[in-house]
């Protein structure tokens, strides 16, 4: 075995190890027995659920479909099939309880451990489409199901944010390094080509891919996301009560929900509070605004005289380098993300100040656009021309219709291997569970 094949198979057996602690610590170490078979939302699975489906998952693609092993416990797939069962509907399921979850994944974990130790790993020759793309090439399916598991992760903590009654989760680290708020409120994008989407990154999924040369003519982009601070001042100028900066569609949802702040804030004696995690606390004016959903964002930017940006220009700010002419994995290079770089992975149950983590801007200058708060953009979710379909259609393309729209960059609660420049994450317009936020961008003036 190559050094380099015995190196990835090492970074593969970490970073399994780190996503089951992380679950672990979201569900049998942090709520007890009652806690994870309710169902603290019909938005969203009881927490037992998620932590067996995490292992049957597992043991699908990695024993089965690369391992050419027997089926561990195949009666339990239909339980734990996302498609076949709503959220609202599982808690009704006969369920494995705790322990038994607990005792199925250690189970999975031990053979997928052996697994991988007899696995071959080889690199094939990148194709832009992904025609030719094995279940093993580079290591993808064990990086396909780490990212899955810290996905469910994510989905698990907007079900802590969710659930009532005391905290359950510890507070992580206050440190985020230096706060040095951006130069200029807004960056321009110089007009001209880039390359959107990668044909080469091992971790990438099939919406990712393929690459292509995009050309945009020249915007302004925020140059940080818009802060609370920012958005309460939408909302004290009657933001939620003017439907002229709102769609019809948003307009409708406002009225329907009876919308006045974001998800999880209330005024009390004229200030804003908001509810984190079993906290009560004041909103801190320098975070990031979060739980906004697609339609109050983008009523929030038509306010402010702007416009939410495509996906492509997000992209084109997060990772392009006009000196160069290349575009990077993340928006500080190629490197992997550091706690210089981005708020990311849990260390802090919230976003850190606009202005943190200066390390991490893109060659442009635009900030924190990895970690923090993912950001709306205005683009429905489609797959790229050229798009194939691997190693299933319910990752993708079942998706791609006109209810969702894309979101990009992570969050605080997002980990480091699930999430780059070129990532894709979608969800309906509708939806605020999510730790979901914003930037602005806007056309150049042209005389």
């Known amino acids: 075995m190559s050094v380099e094949r015995e190196r990835v198979k090492e ?6 190890d780190r996503s089951r602690r992380r679950s672990n610590g979201l569900t049998l170490e942090s709520l007890d027995e009652e806690d994870l078979l309710a169902q603290h939302s019909p938005l969203m699975s009881p927490l037992v659920w998620d932590l067996a489906h995490i292992g049957n998952y597992e043991e699908q693609w990695l024993l089965r479909a690369a391992g050419g092993r027997e089926a561990l416990r195949p009666d339990i797939d239909g339980l734990y099939d996302a498609f076949e069962n709503p959220r609202a509907d599982r808690v009704a399921l006969p369920l494995l309880r705790p322990d038994e979850a607990r005792e199925y994944n250690e189970r999975v974990r031990r053979e997928v451990l052996d697994t991988l130790e007899g696995a071959d790993l080889s690199a094939r020759p990148p194709d832009p489409a992904g025609g030719d793309r094995s279940l093993l090439d580079a290591g993808f399916v064990f990086h396909m199901v780490i990212q899955h598991e810290h996905m469910h992760d994510e989905t698990m903590l907007a079900t802590h944010q969710l659930r009532r009654g005391a905290p359950a989760l510890l507070e992580g680290s206050t440190e985020i390094g230096p706060v040095i708020p951006p130069e200029a409120e807004e960056v321009l994008v110089p007009a001209g080509p880039f390359t959107l989407g990668t044909d080469d990154d091992p971790w990438s999924f099939d919406n990712e891919r393929p690459a292509r040369t995009v050309d945009l003519p020249a915007y302004l ?3 940080a996301p818009v802060s609370n601070a920012a958005y309460q001042a939408f909302i004290d100028d009657g933001g939620y009560r003017d439907p002229r900066w709102w769609s019809p569609a948003g307009w409708e949802w ?3 929900r009876g919308a006045v702040a974001p998800a999880f804030w209330t005024l009390e004696a004229g200030r804003w509070a908001r509810r984190r995690f079993g906290r009560h606390e004041d909103v801190p004016p320098n975070e990031p605004v979060q739980h906004v959903s697609f339609h109050e964002a983008s009523a929030y930017a038509r306010w402010a005289g702007k416009r939410l940006p495509t996906e492509a220009e997000w992209e084109k700010a997060a990772r392009h380098d006009p000196v160069t002419g290349r575009s990077h994995r993340f928006p500080w290079g190629d490197e992997e993300p550091e706690p210089r770089h981005a708020n990311l992975g849990q260390r802090r149950l919230g976003p850190a100040p606009v202005g943190a983590h200066p390390d991490g801007a893109s060659p442009l200058g635009v900030r924190q656009m990895i970690g923090d708060v ?18 299933y259609r319910e990752y993708s393309e079942v998706f791609f219709d006109e209810g969702y729209k894309v979101l990009r960059g992570g969050s605080w609660a997002t980990h480091p291997t699930a999430v780059r420049s070129t990532f894709r994450n979608w969800d309906h317009p509708i939806r605020r569970q999510i730790f979901s936020g914003f930037r602005c961008a806007r056309d150049v003036d042209r005389d």
Do not use: Q, V
Not at 11 to 16: K, Q, T
Not at 375 to 389: K, L, N, Q
């Open 11 to 16: 970074r593969i057996a970490a970073e399994l």
């Open 221 to 223: 982009i925020d140059a």
């Open 254 to 256: 406002r009225t329907a």
């Open 374 to 391: 993912w950001e709306w953009t205005s683009t429905t979710f489609h797959g790229y021309p050229g798009f194939r379909a691997f190693p």
